[in-house]
């Protein structure tokens, strides 16, 4: 929509980041809560569910597919499970906006539904890698086709039975994983997925909070076909993705002090606190907890002077959404910073090694990118505008760059902040971030 891409930032130079916020629910664990309370027997109750547009889209898609859902009301959302096969083919294409979660997990637990349907995205989905999703459902038997490029849409087209496999992921994703896992759920005999390094293992905890066995072999994730799931109860953690804009932006200002609260530390996703701290950043762990099969703990942020590093590339899949806000932490901090092993950055929700590098260098900061990382000299932010190519991550970022730069930044295309951080920008002005939203 025209009125969307005119959304912008205008976020003035200066401020501190102070005091105690809660940023809204882990989107992953959202996207997981309602695909697997819908295929479970019973009802599930979730609370903290992220009301951004992504989990929203799968909350649509399981409606559109007849399942009853309440909410949410205030991150609450009760899921009237219709059990392993209860599933109704939805009347029209099931558009998942701009969200790879849903997509990708969608492809596998519908391949092996009976059912026949078409995922649909926006334009920076179906512009997406999903070969990565369609070639190991195919070896599994089952007909998700995708176009000749290999993108959205994907039309699933009903088979009489999908059989187990034992996948090795070609690339470390989380989405990949989950995909075949979840269509292993459908699968005759074992599934078994090995992945490259760990990643975010958020579908293994709730298939097992729901009741469901996964066995885990070192880097090996097993199920057997078949199984019911039971309903059960799921408080969903602050996202430690939407917690990382107010880590950086607390670290670069001078003068800030802020306590993040009920962050998720799963730790296939605390990369991003390891990466600052190795800069020198000051983030406090406290109150640590356990809700629900996830690791929670409240964060304490302080300003600190940050020095460059070389990424250790162990931490890439342990922090891949947060290199946006990464690289502008590294544009503040003193000397040269190097990225390297994350090539997956330039297909995610837009080209993040690109849109990072042109948005710094227009803010007068020698960013260099390479084509799996980028090389960053810190030095002084300047004012100006910059380009999120739509992409919410993107948005953020720049965003919280002010705080350190000597002159105001404008930031284009920045509606899709709603599709992870719907409250974005009234939370960041009342922790002190200067900053006006400007709709076309
Ligand atoms: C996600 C996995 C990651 C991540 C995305 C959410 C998930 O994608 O970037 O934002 O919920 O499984 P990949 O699996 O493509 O790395």
Do not use: W
């Amino acid at each position: 929509m025209l009125s969307d891409s005119l959304t912008e930032f205008h976020v003035s130079p200066g401020g501190s980041l102070c005091g105690r916020i809660r940023v809204p629910g882990d989107k992953s664990i959202s996207h997981r809560s309602i695909m697997l309370g819908s295929l479970a027997d019973g009802v599930t109750r979730v609370s903290g569910f992220l009301q951004g547009e992504d989990s929203l889209a799968t909350l649509g898609a399981f409606r559109a597919m007849g399942v009853e859902i309440e909410g949410p009301h205030d991150g609450r959302v009760v899921i009237h499970g219709v059990g392993r096969k209860g599933l109704k083919a939805p009347a029209q294409p099931l558009d998942l906006g701009n969200s790879g979660t849903s997509m990708r997990l969608l492809a596998g637990l519908l391949a092996g539904q009976g059912l026949d349907l078409v995922l649909t995205g926006d334009a920076s989905l179906s512009g997406r890698p999903m070969r990565r999703v369609t070639a190991p459902l195919a070896q599994m038997g089952a007909r998700v086709e995708a176009t000749d490029a290999g993108t959205a849409p994907l039309h699933i087209r009903p088979v009489e039975a999908l059989h187990g496999i034992d996948f090795a992921l070609p690339v470390a994703s989380a989405q990949v994983k989950s995909c075949v896992l979840l269509a292993g759920l459908y699968a005759d005999g074992e599934t078994c997925v090995t992945e490259p390094a760990p990643t975010r293992d958020h579908t293994e905890r709730m298939l097992q909070g729901f009741g469901y066995e996964v066995r885990r072999e070192g880097n090996r994730i097993c199920l057997r076909g078949g199984g019911r799931l039971r309903a059960c109860d799921i408080d969903v953690p602050a996202d430690i993705s939407s917690a990382a804009f107010f880590l950086v932006g607390a670290s670069i200002a001078p003068g800030s002090d802020l306590l993040l609260e009920h962050v998720g530390m799963n730790p296939t996703r605390d990369g991003v606190i390891n990466i600052l701290r190795l800069m020198g950043a000051d983030i406090e762990v406290s109150n640590e907890r356990s809700m629900g099969g996830e690791p929670v703990a409240d964060l304490r942020v302080r300003h600190a002077a940050l020095h460059g590093i070389h990424i250790p590339e162990d931490q890439v899949p342990l922090a891949i959404d947060e290199f946006p806000a990464l690289f502008v932490a590294a544009a503040c901090a003193e000397g040269e910073t190097v990225l390297t092993g994350a090539e997956e950055l330039r297909v995610k929700e837009s080209d993040r090694i690109q849109a990072m590098a042109d948005g710094l260098q227009a803010l007068g900061i020698d960013a260099r990118p390479t084509p799996d990382g980028m090389i960053i000299q810190g030095g002084a932010l300047h004012g100006g505008e910059v380009d999120s190519h739509g992409d919410h991550r993107i948005a953020m970022s720049f965003a919280m760059a002010a705080l350190r730069a000597d002159g105001g930044i404008r930031i284009r295309d920045c509606a899709n902040v709603n599709t992870s951080f719907p409250d974005f920008g009234r939370l960041a002005g009342e922790a002190g971030l200067h900053i006006v939203t400007e709709n076309g």
